[in-house]
């Protein structure tokens, strides 16, 4: 894409969001290498990222950083979706506009954010109800419900089509993600993963107001249940996953906190619960062809030798122990 990027075909035979193009055509013309602009690319929103999972997590950064790294993380800055990662970072930052009020901003943001991914347009409702407080018995009875009824393929893809089908848009992706064969649109009934979720779910509600109680309480503890309402989703069919990464950075913080609420005893159990569950996830991205080997930038600018496109497409397939 970014080779062929050119403005006489900007919008010709594309199948990004025009966001994206957009975006590469100012490094394309400024002449910049694709790995410049990659790198580059991934530090700013990395550090966006960082930055809110340290204020979000507050004191429990570490425990923080040592979830999120393993299950988030790694498939966010080496398999690398990289439009979904820019709409990512924008809707995060954007997320201070609701603390502040300022809908037309936050709105701004996260139509900029649609620009580069266009899942992030769901999240234009977010701002009427991150910051509100809404009763345990409505999140228990979506929780039930999204269990009971999401559970079935079936019934997910007729509720979407029936709500949603109508627009082309979301038809085609209908079709392309789910109804036609794709790896993301196999999903479970039910997952170690779903399981652990639950537990979460009902230790989020517990410790509620101990949550609510930090600065941004109310959007951390909101944000971390419709994560969960999202992980149901996914579980059923995969390519929900890519809705649950906007809210990754609220839900680490949220299980993060957690921790501060127990004694010294109970604590020391939850971490190394954590740190299971952080062993568990790197287990899984480590044994996948995309992550190993990984190749460093800087070693190629020492060297003075930078592989061709050719050479380093599907090199890992060739030379990775999982392949």
Known sequence: MYNRIDLDNLFSDYYAEPGYYIYMLGFKYLKIDFWIFFIFTKVVVFFIIVKALIKYSDKEKYIAFMYFIPWYGFYLFIDNPMRNLIAISIFIFAVKYIVHQKLFIYCGLICLASLFHTSAIIFLP????????????????????????????????????????????????????????????????????????ILFFVVLLLKRRSIESYENGIIIFNSAIIYLLFYRL?????????????????????????????????????????????FVGSNRIYADFRYIPYSNYLEYVIKGYFPSYNERDNYNLKHSPYK
């Open 126 to 197: 977010f701002y009427f109800i991150a910051n509100k407080k809404i009763k345990n018995f409505w999140f228990v009875l979506l929780f039930v419900l999204f269990n009971v009824f999401f559970a079935s393929k079936d019934f997910l893809v007729d509720f979407i089509d029936y709500i949603a089908g109508g627009i082309p848009y979301v038809s085609a992706k209908l079709n392309s993600y789910i109804v036609n064969e794709s790896i993301y649109a196999e999903g479970r009934l039910l997952s170690f993963g779903m399981i652990f979720h």
């Open 234 to 278: 996914a579980t059923t069919i995969e390519i929900f996953a890519r809705f649950q990464l906007y809210l990754c950075v609220f839900f680490c913080a949220a299980i993060a906190l957690l921790s501060s609420m127990f004694n010294l005893r109970s604590k020391i159990i939850y971490t190394l619960y954590l740190l299971l569950l952080a």
